[in-house]
Structures are given as C-alpha cells and as structure tokens.
C-alpha cells in the first residue's frame, strides 16, 4: 500500500521498517475519537469557507458511517495499515473520491494524534473517576455496618491504640478522594485541543481552532503550537495518578491479606473472589488482592516509560512519542481492572466481630489511656507513662490484661487509681472518648461517613 509521504522518495519502504514504524495495533482502540476529531475538523473547514460546504457535509456524513461501520463490526480494520488515522482517510477517500483528500487541508498527523490522545483519555478518566467514587461508596458502606466494630490500630505493624474498622476504613477513603481530586485535575489539563498546531508551526489558513474546542465539549485550546504536538504532561500526570491509585489499591491489598490469614483472621473473603490450591485442599487464596499488588509495579513501570520516554526529546514532535500509547493504555485498562474487581471483593467479605474485639483486648492497647488517667490525675505525663508501662510488663507476667486488674494491683502501682480506672481501660470507652475531629469515636467516625458521601454526591 502506497503511503501518503511517499513522493518525496525514490526507493519504497523496507518491509521490517514498515512493521516498526506501525501503530495500527494499538491506535486503532482509537478509532472513535479520531473520527470525531476529523468530523469536528471537517465542520470547521466548511464553516470557515476553508472548502466548500457540501463538500464539508459529505465528509462529515461519510466519517459517520464509517465510525459506524466499524463499532458494527461491517468495517474491520486492517491491521497492515500504517495507523489509525491513514486507515480512516483511506476508507474515507474511496469512499467519496477526491473530496475525502480535502479533510487534510490545515492540519497534521501530529496535532491529529495529539487531539486523538487527549479526547481517548478524557473519556478513560471519566470512566476510573467512575470506578473510584464506586469503590468510595461501597468503603463508605463497610465502615457504617463496622463503625462500632473495636479493632487494634497499629504501627510498626504491631497493636498500637484501639480504633473500629469503620475507622480504619474511612483512612482509605480519604486516599482515594485524593486521588479522584488528582484525576479531576488531571482531566482538566487534558480537555484542551491541540488541533490547529499543523505540524508544529500551526497553518496559513483561516481556520477557527476555538470552534473545533467547542464542537469536541474541550475546555479550550492550547496556547503554542509546538507546545501543543509535543506535549505529553497530562499522559504522564494521569500514569501518576494511576500510580497513586495503585499505591493505595496495592496498600489496601495488603491489609486484606494479612487480615485473612488464619494469625488474623479479621476477615473472610467471599468464595467469589478467591482461589483455591492444586495440592492443598484447605486453601482459600487471595488472589485478586495479591494479583492488585503485583499489578501496581507494572503500572508504576508504565509511568516509568512515558517520563523515560520523553526526558530527552527535543522541540517538537519524535517518533519516540510514539511509545507513549500503549504504556498509558496498559496503565489505564489495568487500573480500571482493578478498581472493579477490588470494589467487588470489598463489596462481599465478612468481618469477623468477635475476632476483632479479641485481638483488640489482647495487645494492650489502652495502655495509653491508663497513661492518661493518671496524667489527667495529677501526676506528670513522663511518669504516669512509666507507670502504665510496669503495669503492662506485670501483665505480660501474669498473663492478664488491663481491664481485668484488681483496684489493689492497681494501687500496688500508683495511689492515684480509683474504681474509675475501669471506665478509662474499657477500649469502647477508650474509642469513644476520641472525639477529636478525625478521630475513631462512632460519632467521628459517622460525621466521616457523612462528609465522604457528600463527596460522592458532588460529583455525580
């Protein structure tokens, strides 16, 4: 098939260099919107007197049918073309004759795949911003069943200070409310058309580049035309934010694992999102948790390719830029893959309660309250600190906890313990108490749930 640039040399195309330069296999998953780019081009030339109105109008009509022919199935595209936007103008051009070759007129394949990107990957992100508030609803439904369920908090991985699930829940909700704000900002930043650019120097027609914005819903147009073909920021700010959602995702993913292993057990995965042994009939698997982790590095490794890709290009449009797709695409279908079947796990385990309250009741972790009572008391923080901490070793001795000491052991340690004392190690006590803003209390936790929600409520 004879390529479009090929006057200008003498000697065709070698057949492995052809196959290198090709973009077809991934480009074409673009098709759509390369066609609603060339129909809004189109319009525009006609409006401007750029080509004739009928002309204009038997362009648009011929795009249209074949954006149709293809979503049918009717027009399969051929993999031997060169990319999807030569595919559309050859179709296009036998299709209507000469006046197919007038929808060129003003404008390159760089600013045209430049716009391509930018509209495929508006719509991508109105689809994860989607799968995000959906996996935020269904946190935000865990946390109201669990807002009472006491559990330990940890860090270093070891019992900390008493909080519910619910809370420890809402935590990553406010992770991924962030990451929607990232990629609502990053949508904004992509919403901009760089149609009108030319090649890199834009064009001597009259052409209107606002009124292409306009018919496209993008929120304007880019404001330099070298600026417009060569930049990828918002591809590489949206491999970011997906890197951010996978973080999450991957850190979320690993709490659910620890959680359902017999040492916790804190939960049970539904029998729909697990996996079994080959050997071992006793096993219940995480795999889609695991799975989530393990596809956070490969996401990370797309945002690697696009900032590797682009750290030494210069001024305007390489082939190298080519390379961007199918990273971002990968990075997009996981990501979304994820987020679904996430929200879907999420949506169907069980929290096991009584385990929760047990391991709660276990690791001293009102051990800071009994700190504070005695503070509260009268007695410098330092020092009712070392006194909680001899009262948890003589625990740990007589293996026994907190709550259940005697008022005379207690005093063996300090004078200052009253019969109050077991009102301030009761770990509901001790949740309940925090009613910081932010904190764990049922009331904190339920004023969360109400903010998270009319997050979600403003979006839609």
Not at 127 to 132: F, G, P
Not at 145 to 162: C, F, I, K, S, W
Not at 214 to 223: A, D, K, P, Q, S
Not at 421 to 446: I, Q, W
Request: aromatic share 8%; proline share 3%.
């Amino acid at each position: 098939m004879a390529k479009m640039w090929d006057a200008r040399f003498s000697k065709a195309e070698n057949k492995r260099v052809n196959d290198f330069n090709s973009s077809i296999s991934f480009d074409s998953r673009m098709f759509y919107e390369d066609i609603e780019g060339s129909i809004a081009h189109a319009t525009m030339l006609g409006k401007c007197g750029i080509i004739a109105t009928e002309e204009s109008e038997k362009i648009v009509a011929a795009l249209r049918q074949i954006r149709d022919d293809i979503e049918s199935g009717a027009l399969p595209i051929d993999p031997e073309a060169e990319d999807i936007h030569m595919f559309v103008e050859e179709v296009l051009t036998a299709r209507i004759g000469d006046s197919g070759k007038r929808l060129h007129t003003a404008r390159s394949r760089n600013d045209q795949v430049a716009l391509d990107i930018r509209l495929y990957l508006k719509k991508e992100i109105g689809e994860i911003r989607a799968l995000v508030l959906d996996l935020l609803s269904v946190i935000v439904k865990v946390a109201k069943e669990n807002a009472d369920a006491v559990m330990p908090g940890y860090t270093h991985l070891q019992r900390a200070q008493p909080v519910t699930f619910g809370h420890y829940m809402l935590a990553y909700a406010q992770m991924f409310i962030r990451d929607d704000l990232r990629l609502k900002e990053t949508l904004a930043r992509t919403s901009v058309s760089p149609l009108g650019s030319g090649a890199l120097a834009s064009t001597t027609y009259p052409i209107d580049r606002h009124l292409v914005a306009e018919l496209l819903e993008l929120g304007g147009v880019t404001e330099n035309s070298m600026d417009g073909v060569s930049d990828r920021d918002f591809l590489i700010e949206l491999a970011f934010d997906l890197s951010l959602v996978m973080m999450h995702l991957s850190r979320f993913s690993e709490e659910i694992i620890l959680w359902c292993t017999n040492e916790f057990s804190f939960i049970e995965l539904d029998d729909a999102f697990s996996t079994g042994s080959s050997i071992m009939p006793q096993k219940k698997n995480p795999d889609i948790a695991e799975l989530v982790r393990g596809k956070t590095g490969r996401i990370y490794g797309d945002l690697t390719t696009v900032l590797t890709m682009m750290k030494g290009i210069p001024l305007a449009y390489n082939k190298d830029m080519q390379e961007d797709k199918e990273a971002i695409f990968d990075a997009v279908d996981n990501a979304k893959l994820c987020l679904e079947l996430f929200a879907s796990m999420l949506d169907t385990l069980t929290v096991k309660r009584d385990n929760l309250r047990r391991a709660a009741s276990g690791g001293f972790i009102n051990a800071t309250d009994c700190a504070d009572y005695l503070a509260q008391k009268g007695l410098p923080f330092r020092d009712a600190y070392r006194v909680s901490g001899r009262l948890v070793a003589y625990c740990i001795e007589n293996k026994t906890d907190l709550e259940s000491l005697s008022l005379d052991t207690y005093k063996e340690f300090s004078p200052m313990f009253e019969n109050d004392v077991y009102e301030a190690v009761n770990l509901d006590n001790c949740v309940n108490r925090r009613t910081v803003y932010g904190g764990p209390s049922k009331e904190s936790v339920e004023r969360q749930i109400k903010i998270v929600n009319a997050y979600i409520d403003a979006q839609k």
